[in-house]
Every structure is written in structure tokens, then in C-alpha cells.
């Protein structure tokens, strides 16, 4: 089993998989019947012994309550990261109203967390098929989250593997932006490693501000970055306006970084280069 296999194997579970279709059980309205959560996935391979790793146990990033892949599974060689971009409809839907999430976007947010949970239990009974151990850290007993953190974060997984780079609003941005949804797997099979195309955390991330004005509660700032206590407050209103679903995503669409990595236009780049020779990076 290699890279590719992985990729090719998730593809197809993908588009086949009844988990990944809002069912007539489930839909909000009837129209939602059937509507596609995800998109194909993308991967990013890391080492399980990637020095990125340990450094997420300093105070000043996760703290030593994150547990290192090796700690999840003493054999392991890889972190499998991956991102599951939401469709179009998912998104396109929630970039209408200003304040409310949509109804894909709670099902997004809800059945597609459903998904994803049974898409990494299929990667992982793949590998027991082929011979290899590997941990969901997320589903497994050992994990636990805390007030704003947890001892597995699929964000600085997915950085430390090469998936993307922080933005402002806190999401990772990835080649396939940042509307979707994380997941990992840390597994014995030995796979090629990613290269990383970024160094810093918010490489990827322009600063542009389109995220704050998005937030319908203020909790970005270009100065603080993010409150997550703001965040968290609105999604709690959410909890009990949209039983049993809750979500936002507000500053995930209808801004640069919604479905690529965002880039300045060449063309504000070169007006600008011609009336200052100030450096842009
Ligand atoms: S909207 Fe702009 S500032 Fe906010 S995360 Fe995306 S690129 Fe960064
Ligand atoms: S999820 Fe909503 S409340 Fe939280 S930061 Fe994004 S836009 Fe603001």
C-alpha cells in the first residue's frame, strides 16, 4: 500500500459512501435529501518523528498535554492529515445570510463530522487488511479536549504534515482552502513524506481582514487574531437555536482563503511595485 493507493482508496469512498448523502432520515428540508457533504479529500504524509511534533508541546503552542504520534501508537511511522472540502452547496449556502448558519452548513458541520469519523474508520480497517496497526487519536479512549484545546489538534497536525498553514481566523488554509473539515490517522506504514511548501504558520494567510468583517460577533481582530471565547459563546447560542446541530463557519466563506490558497492580485502587486519600492514580502 502506497501514497497513491490512500488517495485512490478515500476517492472512491467518497463518492460511494452513504455517509457522505444527507439522508431523508436526517435532511432539515426535503430538498436537502441527497445533497453531497465532501469533495474529494487532500493529504499531506508527515513523519511520526517529525521534530514539529514535540515542538507543539511547548506552553507557548498546544502544552504537554498534547500526546506525540508515537505516544498514540509506539510502532507508528506516519500521520496520515487530511482535509474534506465541503461542495459547493454547502457553501454557496452559507455565504447568504450574514448572521445564521445555513442548513448545509449545519448538516456540514454535523453529519459531515458523522462522515468523516467513518471515513477514517475505513482507512484505518484498509490498513489492518493490508497488515498495518494504526490510531485514530480523536476516537480513541486517550483523547480529551480541554476548554479551547485538546491533546490531538488536527489544525497543527495538519501543519506539522504539510497540509496547509494557519490563517488569521485560525483555520488552516490549504490548496483546497479552508471550508471542510480535518482529520488524521497515525499508522505503522512506512509512506513518502510531504514536502512542506511553507515555513511560516501563517504563510498562506494574506491578512487581508476579510474574516473579521465576516465574524458576526467580532471575535477576529487583525491585532488579536482570534477570541475563541467570542466564537465559542455564538456557537453555544447556535446549540440551542438549531438542536441538535450548532455551527457558524461565517469566516470560511465568501473570503479569499474560502476554497485556495490566497495570493495578492499580480496587478495590485505591480501598481504598487511601480509607486513604492517598498519590498512586498
Ligand atoms: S480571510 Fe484573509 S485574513 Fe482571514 S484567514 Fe483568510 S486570508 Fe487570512
Ligand atoms: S466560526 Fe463564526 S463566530 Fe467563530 S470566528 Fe468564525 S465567524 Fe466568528
Redesign the pocket.
Known sequence: MNNLDIIEISKEFIQSSEYNYISKNDAITEELVGMKIFDNPIFAFGSAEDNGFTLLKAPSVIGEHFILPKEWLPEANTVISYFLPFTDEIIKSNRIDKHWPSNGWLHGRIEGQKFLMEFSKYLCSKLVEEGYDSVVPILDKRFKSFDFTSNWSERHVAFVCGLGTF???K?I?TEKG?AGRLGSIVATLKLDISDKNYTDV?E?????????K?CPVGA?S?EKGKNHKMCSELLDITKEKYKPRYGCGK?QVS????RRI?KLDPKIIQAIDEVSNIPLV
Open positions: 490563517g488569521l481566523s483555520g488554509i479552508m501563517y498562506y494567510c494574506t491578512m487581508c481582514g476579510a474574516c473579521v465576516k477576529i487583525l469566516c473570503v479569499p482563503c474560502e490566497p
